[in-house]
């Protein structure tokens, strides 16, 4: 009788042990960037799932990737195309050491961001020298 309740407790805690590791990070979701023109769906990247991707997943005005640095990319619609890459976590809701594309200028930035205390998610991206950050929120 202890034996079988000593391995129903254990089985129990690993249960709730593997369902917390399995919950997903608070930056994880849809988000939208200032002016609510975009929606991005924040999630694990397909190849390393220990990092978090971006995708675009709606435009309010359906555009082409026309300023990509790459010719042969310019003709690519820009939803679905990837635009957050590689983040690593620094620690629940804070992630760095990604890249964020902007395809409105067509630049890559280095970036990082975090999920505030109100739930808000704050980018902040650079290249050089030349820094931008944004406040993202959910739809």
């Given at each position: 009788?202890?034996?079988?309740?000593?391995l129903?407790?254990?089985?129990?805690?690993?249960?709730?042990?593997?369902?917390?590791?399995?919950a997903?990070?608070?930056?994880?979701?849809?988000?939208?960037?200032?002016?609510?023109?975009?929606?991005?769906?924040?999630?694990?990247?397909?190849?390393?799932?220990?990092?978090?991707?971006?995708t675009?997943?709606?435009?309010?005005?359906?555009?082409?990737?026309?300023?990509?640095?790459?010719?042969?990319?310019?003709?690519?619609?820009?939803?679905?195309?990837?635009?957050?890459?590689?983040?690593?976590?620094d620690?629940?809701?804070?992630?760095?050491?990604?890249t964020?594309?902007?395809?409105?200028?067509?630049k890559?930035?280095?970036s990082?961001?975090?999920?505030?205390?109100?739930?808000?998610?704050?980018?902040?991206?650079?290249?050089?020298?030349?820094?931008r950050?944004?406040?993202?929120?959910?739809?």
């Amino acid at each position: 009788m202890k034996a079988a309740l000593s391995l129903s407790c254990l089985l129990t805690a690993l249960t709730i042990a593997g369902a917390a590791q399995a919950a997903p990070d608070p930056a994880e979701g849809e988000w939208l960037p200032p002016g609510d023109k975009a929606k991005v769906r924040i999630a694990p990247c397909e190849v390393h799932r220990d990092r978090l991707c971006g995708t675009i997943v709606w435009l309010k005005t359906p555009k082409l990737d026309a300023h990509n640095p790459d010719p042969k990319l310019r003709n690519r619609p820009i939803i679905g195309m990837p635009f957050l890459s590689g983040f690593k976590r620094d620690a629940v809701g804070r992630w760095s050491s990604g890249t964020i594309y902007d395809p409105e200028g067509g630049k890559t930035y280095d970036s990082k961001f975090q999920v505030a205390p109100n739930g808000t998610l704050k980018l902040d991206g650079c290249v050089l020298m030349f820094c931008r950050s944004q406040t993202w929120r959910r739809p």
